[in-house]
C-alpha cells in the first residue's frame, strides 16, 4: 500500500513529546489561575491562551495516535488543585505566563529546525504565532498596570564607531578602569534580574506549598540561587552608576495549600533551570567584557548542577516520565528465552 505520509523521525517524535509534557503542565497552571484571577482582561488573556493551548494538545494527541505511539501522560487534572487558596496575589499571573511564553518561543525556534514532516512545521508555526500573539498582550497588560519595568535608557549613538582595542574585554583586573557597560550588555543584567525576580517569587510558593520535604528544601536552595543572581546583576549595574528599581510584580500569600502537584512544581523548575542555562549561555556569548562573561558562565554552571540535583528528585519519586528512546539492541541480543 503506498504511504502518503513519512513516519516520524526520531527527532520530530522527541520535540512533540516534551511539547506535549510543557504544554500539559501549562494549561493546569492556567486553569488555576483563570479560576483564581479577579482582573477581567487578566482572565481574558488567560482564557485565549487556554483554548489556544488546548487544541494542540489534541492537535499533537492526533499525530501520535495516528503514528500508533502512546500518547503521553503528560499532566493531567491529577496534578491540580483548583480549590487551593491563592498562593500568588494579582498581577503574578499574567507575570510569569509572559515568562513561559519566552520559554516556549525558544523551544519552537529549536523545534522547527528539528522537524521535517509538513504536519509537524504547521503544529510549531502555529504555537509560535499564538506565543508571540500572548507575549506581546502580557507585556502590554503589565505596563499599563505598572508592574512590568522597562529596561534603562542610555543616549543615543551619533556615530558608527568600531573596536580597536582588545582592553574593550578588560574586567578582570580589579584595579584596571573597567569601560562602560554596553546596551548588549544592558539588556542581559535587566533580563536576568527580571526573570529571577519572578523565579524567586515562583520558587517560594512552591517552596511553602510543597508536600515532599525534599522537594520544599530544593526549593529553598533555588531561592537562595535567584537571589544571588540579582545579587551579581545589580552589582554590575551600580558599579556603572545605574540604579535598576525592579518591579516583582506581586507578592506570595501566607497559603500553604499546593495548588499544584510536587511532580508538577518540580518539572516546571526545571524547564525553568533549563532556560536560565541558554539565557545565561546567550549573555556569555554577546557580552564583550570578560569579568561579566565569566560570572555569567559560572552562573549557568550553579543552575546545571541545581537542575542535575532536581532531576535526581524527580527520579527518585517516579515524577519523571521517559522519553520515546531507541531499542535496546544489547538488551534483546543476551534475553533469556
Known amino acids: 500500500m503506498f504511504k502518503t505520509k513519512e513516519p516520524l523521525s526520531s527527532s520530530e517524535l522527541g520535540t512533540l513529546w516534551i511539547t506535549y509534557q510543557e504544554k500539559t503542565m501549562i494549561l493546569r497552571i492556567l486553569e488555576y489561575f483563570l479560576e483564581k484571577a479577579e482582573d477581567q482582561q487578566a482572565k481574558n488573556i488567560i482564557g485565549m491562551m487556554y483554548q ?30 483548583l480549590d487551593a487558596p491563592k498562593l500568588f ?8 505566563l ?3 511564553k519566552e520559554v516556549s518561543m525558544g523551544m519552537y525556534t529549536i523545534n522547527m529546525n528539528m522537524a521535517y514532516r509538513i504536519d509537524v512545521m504547521t503544529v510549531y508555526e502555529g504555537l509560535t504565532s499564538i506565543t508571540q500573539k500572548c507575549y506581546k498582550l502580557a507585556t502590554v497588560y503589565l505596563l499599563k498596570k505598572g508592574i512590568l519595568t522597562r529596561p534603562p535608557i542610555i543616549t543615543m549613538p551619533k556615530r558608527t564607531e568600531f573596536i580597536e582595542s582588545k582592553r574593550y574585554m578588560r574586567g578582570f583586573k580589579p584595579f584596571s578602569e573597567k569601560r562602560p557597560l554596553n546596551a548588549i550588555e544592558l539588556g542581559v543584567l535587566h533580563s536576568g534580574i527580571e526573570v529571577n525576580n519572578i523565579g ?53 500569600t501566607t497559603s500553604t495549600v499546593a495548588p499544584f ?18 539565557g545565561q549561555s546567550f549573555g556569555t556569548f554577546f557580552t564583550l567584557r570578560n569579568d561579566l562573561s565569566l560570572k555569567t558562565a559560572s552562573l549557568a554552571k550553579d543552575v546545571f548542577f541545581y537542575g542535575q540535583e532536581g532531576l ?13 528512546q531507541t531499542e535496546d539492541r544489547n538488551q534483546l541480543i543476551n534475553r533469556t528465552e
Open 261 to 278: 502537584s510536587d511532580k508538577l512544581m518540580m518539572f516546571c523548575i526545571d524547564l525553568l533551570n533549563g532556560f536560565s542555562i541558554v
Open 312 to 324: 535526581e528528585i524527580m527520579f527518585k519519586n517516579g515524577w519523571y516520565e521517559e522519553p520515546p
Open 89 to 96: 496575589d494579582n498581577g503574578f499571573d499574567i507575570m510569569f
Open 200 to 252: 524567586m517569587q515562583l520558587i517560594t510558593g512552591f517552596a511553602q506549598s510543597a508536600k515532599n520535604k525534599e522537594v520544599r528544601q530544593y526549593f529553598e536552595k533555588g531561592i537562595e540561587l535567584s537571589k544571588k543572581h540579582i545579587k551579581t546583576f545589580q552589582d554590575f549595574l551600580l558599579e556603572s552608576d545605574i540604579q535598576f528599581s525592579a518591579t516583582i510584580g506581586s507578592t506570595v
Open 98 to 100: 509572559r515568562i513561559l
Open 52 to 81: 489556544e493551548l488546548d487544541y494542540y494538545v489534541e492537535l499533537i494527541s492526533g499525530i501520535f495516535e495516528s503514528e500508533g505511539a502512546v500518547v503521553p501522560k503528560g499532566f493531567t487534572k491529577e496534578d491540580v488543585n
